[in-house]
């Protein structure tokens, strides 16, 4: 699939569709940490400067406060880097946020590795993790611009809390226009009938190379777009692994408890047993660097996508 290069990072465009929500939508109100001209959350303040708060480096304090006005009945956006939203200031998520389910909306900036050179201590690769173990948190994780956009609207449309994980930098454009999203909703990109790879994210794009290049061996793999990943799209996901016999989850997060594992235990549940895998980092911490030099060395990269799912369809095959 040949896609056009982003014009802009999902971080932009989720900030952009949220300035724009500020005329639509007076009640609510920003919050950031110092960070405002990397997340782009500054756009909404230049626009609405009595609505916007820079409560400094202090991330706790930040979604303290933000929590805080929810509770009086305005819905309140946080922004910044996910590293720090969701580990620092994570027991004000629970307590403050999820607990009393308010209308607490988590824009979090560079997840996984696509923080790539800014090394591991910006680099989110547990948040996938810590935002869905959490009751009353959904969790959404836009592949391109339009998805990004879409995902500032489902957040402000969703009540309780709602946690976004956007990408550093631009990659490519997926969607038009005209797509539209859901919570609890997925994309299927490309059909295939020996192996299906879910992802999100930054993984949508390697998973759909992948796909491309096992197609020139002949095997033909469905890709799926899990840009909702609390709650996932579970009749989409455990419809392809019946038809495909096999299935593949990618992600650019901690393997441990990320969204394979979610998936791997419900299919066990479910007693579908075909055979499985799920990409990610193997337990350890990443290095900084370029950032698909990053993917290629963690065996996040394309090529250890198809192999990963060559592996799959290999044994499909042994099973019949």
């Not at 009751?135 to 809390?161: H, Q, W, Y």
Request: aromatic residues 10%; negative net charge; proline residues 4%.
């Amino acid at each position: 699939m040949s896609l056009a290069k982003a014009k802009m990072p999902t971080r932009r465009a989720y900030s952009e569709r949220v300035a724009e929500l500020g005329a639509e939508r007076p009640d609510f109100v920003v919050f950031e940490s110092d960070i405002g001209h990397s997340t782009y959350s500054y756009l909404f303040g230049d626009k609405y400067p009595e609505r916007y708060f820079n409560m400094g480096i202090a991330e706790v304090a930040t979604m303290s406060a933000a929590c805080g006005v929810a509770s009086q009945g305005r819905p309140a956006l946080v922004c910044g880097y996910g590293v720090f939203l969701t580990m620092r200031a994570l027991e004000m998520v629970r307590s403050f946020a999820c607990y009393p389910d308010l209308d607490v909306k988590i824009m979090s900036s560079h997840g996984g590795l696509t923080a790539a050179i800014d090394g591991v201590t910006h680099q989110a690769t547990e948040d996938i993790a810590f935002m869905t173990t959490l009751p009353n948190m959904k969790v959404l994780v836009p592949a391109d611009p339009r998805a990004a956009r879409a995902a500032a609207e489902i957040s402000f449309a969703t009540k309780g809390p709602v946690f976004t994980r956007l990408m550093r930098d631009p990659l490519y454009e997926l969607y038009g226009e005209g797509e539209e999203f859901r919570l609890g909703g997925s994309k299927t990109l490309r059909e295939g009938a020996d192996v299906a790879i879910a992802a999100y994210g930054d993984m949508v794009f390697k998973a759909l190379d992948a796909a491309e290049s096992l197609a020139a061996e002949g095997i033909e793999a469905e890709v799926l777009d899990l840009y909702s990943v609390k709650p996932w799209d579970r009749e989409a996901v455990l419809g392809a692994a019946r038809k495909c016999g096999a299935l593949l989850v990618a992600e650019n997060h901690q393997r441990r408890n990320g969204l394979g594992y979610d998936i791997g235990v419900t299919m066990l549940r479910e007693g579908l047993f075909v055979p499985f895998d799920n990409i990610g980092l193997a337990d350890r911490f990443a290095e900084s660097g370029d950032y698909e030099k990053m993917l290629v060395r963690y065996g996040l990269g394309a090529d250890s996508v198809a192999a990963a799912a060559r592996r799959l369809a290999a044994a499909k095959k042994g099973r019949n």
